[in-house]
C-alpha cells in the first residue's frame, strides 16, 4: 500500500475572470521511505500541490489519502490532529517563534499535545541535529542555517511518518544549502521518514531517488 496519493486532484484560486487553475488534475503515489524532489518554474503549482498533500489546504475536487483512508471526509479538528501526529513540515522560512528558544520552539508540537517529555525529546532531536549548543538561543541569534536546523527538528519530534518541505535551502548559502541536502539524507536513512521536497534548484534535487516535474499544473512524463 502506497503511504500517500493523491487522486485527480485540482485547486484554483480567485473567482470569474480572475480565477487561476492552478493544479489541474494531478494523481500521484508516495512511497514509504521515498525521497521525492517536486521541480518547477515559478507558478507551476509547486507549493499549492506540498500543502495539498500535507492536507495544508484542501483541493477543489480529488482526493488524497493517507495509508488508503481518504482525508476529504476530515472535519477540521482532526485534520489538525493527522498533521500534528503523521507529518512534519519545514518552510522556506522556517515560522519560528521570535520569543521562544530553540529548545522551545523544537518542543512546541509535543508542548500542545500536552507531552511530558516534550523538552526532553527536543533536547535529542537539537543534538542530533547538531543545533544543542543553541538550546537557550532566540531564532534572532542563530543563523539561518541554524534556524532551518532548528525547524526540522519541530518537523521531527512527533515522529511522522513523512517530511515535507518547501524550498528548505531557498534562503541559504551554497555551503549550508548543501549541509541542508546531507541532513535531509540522513534523516530519510535514520529515521525512515519519506522525504517530499519542493526545490527549483536541479543541485539539490539529484539526491533524491525520485524528481516529480510540474509544469503549468501538470505532471511532466
Given at each position: 500500500m502506497n503511504l500517500l496519493e493523491c487522486r485527480e486532484v485540482k485547486k484554483s484560486y480567485g473567482q470569474g475572470v480572475s480565477r487561476t487553475e492552478v493544479l489541474k488534475g494531478i494523481s500521484l503515489?508516495?512511497?514509504?521511505?521515498?525521497?521525492?524532489?517536486?521541480?518547477?518554474?515559478?507558478?507551476?503549482?509547486?507549493?499549492?500541490?506540498?500543502?495539498?498533500?500535507?492536507?495544508?489546504?484542501?483541493?477543489?475536487?480529488?482526493?488524497?489519502?493517507?495509508?488508503?483512508?481518504?482525508?476529504?471526509?476530515?472535519?477540521?479538528?482532526?485534520?489538525?490532529?493527522?498533521?500534528?501526529?503523521?507529518?512534519?513540515?519545514?518552510?522556506?522560512?522556517?515560522?519560528?517563534?521570535?520569543?521562544?528558544?530553540?529548545l522551545e520552539n523544537a518542543a512546541m508540537p509535543l508542548l500542545m499535545r500536552g507531552d511530558a517529555l516534550a523538552y526532553d525529546k527536543a533536547r535529542h532531536y537539537l543534538k542530533k541535529l547538531g543545533v544543542d549548543h543553541r538550546s537557550d538561543h532566540r531564532p534572532s541569534e542563530m543563523s539561518g542555517g541554524e534556524q532551518q536546523r532548528v525547524a526540522v527538528a519541530?518537523?521531527?519530534?512527533?515522529?511522522?511518518?513523512?517530511?515535507?518541505?518547501?524550498?528548505?535551502?531557498?534562503?541559504?548559502?551554497?555551503?549550508n544549502s548543501q549541509k541542508l541536502t546531507d541532513l535531509l539524507m540522513k534523516i530519510n536513512e535514520?529515521?525512515?521518514?519519506?522525504?517530499?521536497?519542493?526545490?527549483?534548484?536541479?543541485?539539490?534535487?539529484?539526491?533524491?531517488?525520485?524528481?516529480?516535474?510540474?509544469?503549468?499544473?501538470?505532471?511532466?512524463?
Open positions: 503515489q508516495i512511497e514509504k521511505k521515498e525521497r521525492s524532489a517536486i521541480l518547477g518554474a515559478s507558478g507551476a503549482g509547486k507549493s499549492t500541490l506540498l500543502h495539498i498533500l500535507s492536507a495544508l489546504e484542501k483541493p477543489d475536487e480529488g482526493d488524497v489519502l493517507f495509508e488508503g483512508k481518504s482525508l476529504k471526509s476530515l472535519k477540521d479538528d482532526q485534520l489538525s490532529e493527522f498533521r500534528n501526529r503523521s507529518i512534519g513540515f519545514v518552510f522556506q522560512f522556517h515560522h519560528l517563534m521570535p520569543e521562544f528558544t530553540a519541530r518537523a521531527l519530534i512527533t515522529e511522522p511518518q513523512i517530511l515535507f518541505a518547501d524550498e528548505p535551502t531557498g534562503n541559504l548559502d551554497h555551503e535514520e529515521f525512515s521518514v519519506a522525504l517530499v521536497v519542493v526545490t527549483h534548484n536541479e543541485e539539490v534535487a539529484k539526491y533524491f531517488s525520485r524528481i516529480i516535474r510540474l509544469d503549468d499544473g501538470r505532471l511532466q512524463g
